[in-house]
């Protein structure tokens, strides 16, 4: 089969940066364990791989990152994930006297240092995201009474909010569109309003590559989890750009291989930013040798 890859594609520098934080607390303390709080990254294979290398998964399905911390002890070291967290816990683990590697996304705390600087001004917050996703779920509680929740298509309480000039920040992986559609609803009620909302560069730059696919393909295969909100955006424009192909979300090769993609003849390949590059490769060589 013919494949076309779309770039960028591998790890963000975000996602980079993660698993380096990671490694780097496994080296500096080799004779520890090193707890992981919560989803390092969005991607269950690059977690299958951290347990494989002897890390701890403190899921947050089972608690809440803040019960996980009650049950860490003095001086145990863990890892705080990409997708930022509830800036309590940094206070309740120093508290605690537990060693934080911090492996936040430089692109998620610009954020929140925009959102705590703007409510010690007395100032209050509209956030466009996702409610359940960490990121959001983490700068809501910066100041619940102050950060107010905008979710693209859904209803939103205009009353809560007293600043005539809020500040509007987003959720790093929110689709492109969806922001500009809801910008320009905000502005329309809130003309003062402070915009400060923008998707991180790996979002956008994969969102703006995923039209450049060539117009002949049959099938599109986006790599990434389905945890992955900039993966999941990914296929969403893949599906409305390319009608007549078939779009195809798999998260690494074994998973490629439970879908019927012999009788397709080119196909565009492309990654969400939390899926490596061995994976991306070995999904790619599958393909070509069909
Ligand atoms: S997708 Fe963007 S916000 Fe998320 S880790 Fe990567 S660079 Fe950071």
């Known amino acids: 089969m013919k494949v076309t890859v779309i770039n960028p594609h591998g790890f963000c520098a975000g996602v980079q940066k993660a698993l380096d934080h990671a490694y780097k607390a496994k080296k500096e303390h080799p004779a520890q364990p090193i707890y992981i709080l919560g989803n390092l990254v969005h991607n269950e294979r690059v977690i299958g791989d951290l347990v494989k290398d002897g890390f701890i998964i403190l899921d947050e399905r089972k608690k809440s990152l803040s019960e996980w911390i009650d049950t860490l002890n003095k001086g145990d070291i863990f890892v705080f994930s990409a997708h930022g967290h509830d800036p309590h816990l940094d206070e309740k683990a120093a508290s605690k006297g537990l060693v934080c590697y911090d492996a936040t996304c430089p692109f998620v705390k610009a954020n929140s240092t925009l959102i705590k600087r703007r409510i010690t001004q007395g100032g209050e917050v509209i956030f466009i995201g996702q409610a359940g996703h960490a990121e959001t779920e983490g ?19 205009f009353s809560q909010v007293s600043a005539k000039n809020p500040l509007l920040v987003s959720q790093t992986t929110m689709g492109t569109e969806e922001m500009k559609d809801s910008v320009s609803l905000l502005k329309d009620h809130f003309p003062e309003i402070d915009v400060a909302a923008r998707v991180c560069d790996a979002t956008d730059k994969r969102q703006s590559a995923i039209c450049t696919a060539p117009e002949d393909i049959d099938l599109y295969v986006v790599m990434g989890s389905k945890t992955s909100n900039n993966t999941m955006k990914l296929l969403e424009l893949a599906t409305a750009k390319y009608p007549k192909a078939v779009v195809l979300r798999c998260l690494d090769v074994e998973d490629l291989k439970t879908a019927l993609v012999k009788p397709f003849k080119h196909a565009a390949l492309i990654s969400g930013a939390s899926t490596g590059l061995r994976e991306f490769e070995e999904v790619k060589d599958y393909l070509e040798k069909l």
């Open 139 to 157: 700068t809501l509680k910066i100041d619940p009474s102050k950060v107010f929740l905008f979710e693209p298509k859904k209803s939103f309480d």
